[in-house]
């Protein structure tokens, strides 16, 4: 077994992939700066990896993590919309620069695959559902162009100097690690959060928009066999339940398992944010044998679970 190095790996999602690939006894690198991660998120399995603190944007820096590595899970970004409406040049030299300096050093360092996280937010405007990976694009927000971007560019290696290259585009990821207290955190730890501290949710929009809000494990699964599926080289692939909910369902959900009834806080719609979405997951199912395991209500209560034992909240 080759050496993998997940970039972003101090973040949610790439946290969660460098402890499951430590567990199954992989030797794992880690890139971060920590700018919206933590090294805390490493804390299981931190004397077993290799951590290299460093920036995306620093071609030298990649450069030293990639070295040696077979596969590269690339994780790392500024995932944020609001944040990319707020400030979208930094969002596009991290998710941009960052994206094209871990193909270029991958690409020069012989790494046989690079499997990158992609956004279901490619989407965009496209208003028919479920999203199928041959639909139109219609990014509606910077951090969206940048995904779609990091897509186009994984293409264009795999194409021009054949670096294998395995798009996923993720539809709302939750789950342990994901962090409730930054200014830009997700609906589901904001609303884990409140309802511990019972305090009130705060909805953007009338919460009546709907997502296809996944698991991590399920996430973890997709970038398993994405890592070895021949016939996924070159390709992008939607990781998601298939199935949607409103985020006032969400919110029925979460207090039946908090045991916890409070008032909701209605307020704006947020600009760049989609009405609708749910994936088709037919094509990760057909190529790469992805099969989402935990469906939403499990999710929510692992995740309810590992918050009030974990963050002390
Ligand atoms: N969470 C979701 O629902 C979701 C949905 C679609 C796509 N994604 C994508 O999945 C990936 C992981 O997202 P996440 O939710 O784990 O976010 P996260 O913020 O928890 O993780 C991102 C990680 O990248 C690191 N990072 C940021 N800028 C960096 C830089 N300049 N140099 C080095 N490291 C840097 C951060 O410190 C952090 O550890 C991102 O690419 C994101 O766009 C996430």
Known sequence: MGTILVTGGGGFIGS??????????????????FSTGSIDNLQPVLKEIELYKGD???????????AGAEVVFHQGAL?????????????????????????????????RRVVYASSSSVYG????????????????????????????????????????????????VFGPRQNPKS?????????????????????????NQSRDFTFIDNVVQANLLSMQTCAAAGEVFN??????????GLLEILM?????????????????DVKHSLAGVEKAAGVLGYCPKTDIKEGLRLTVEWFTKESGL
């Open 56 to 66: 995306l944007r620093c071609l030298d820096d990649v450069r030293r993590a990639v």
């Open 125 to 172: 405007s496209n208003e028919v559902l479920p999203k199928v990976e041959n639909m139109s694009l219609c990014p509606m927000s910077p951090y969206a162009a940048t995904k779609l971007a990091g897509e186009v560019y994984g293409k264009i290696f795999y194409e021009l100097y054949s670096l294998e290259t395995v798009g996923l585009r993720y539809f709302n």
């Open 239 to 248: 990781i998601a339940c298939g199935k949607r909910i409103t985020l006032n």
């Open 183 to 207: 200014e830009y955190a997700a609906a589901i730890p904001r609303f884990i959060k409140a309802l511990l501290n019972k305090a009130s949710p705060v909805i953007y929009g009338d919460g």
């Open 79 to 111: 995932p944020s919309v609001p944040r990319s409406i707020a400030d979208p040049l930094t969002t596009n030299a991290v998710n941009i620069e960052g994206t094209l300096n871990v193909l270029l050093a991958s690409r020069d360092a012989g790494v």
């Open 256 to 272: 039946d398992i908090t045991g916890t009834r409070v008032d909701v806080v209605y307020t704006a719609a947020r600009p760049g």
């Open 16 to 33: 969660n992939l460098t402890v499951a690939l430590v567990k199954l006894g992989h030797k794992v690198k880690v890139l971060d700066n």
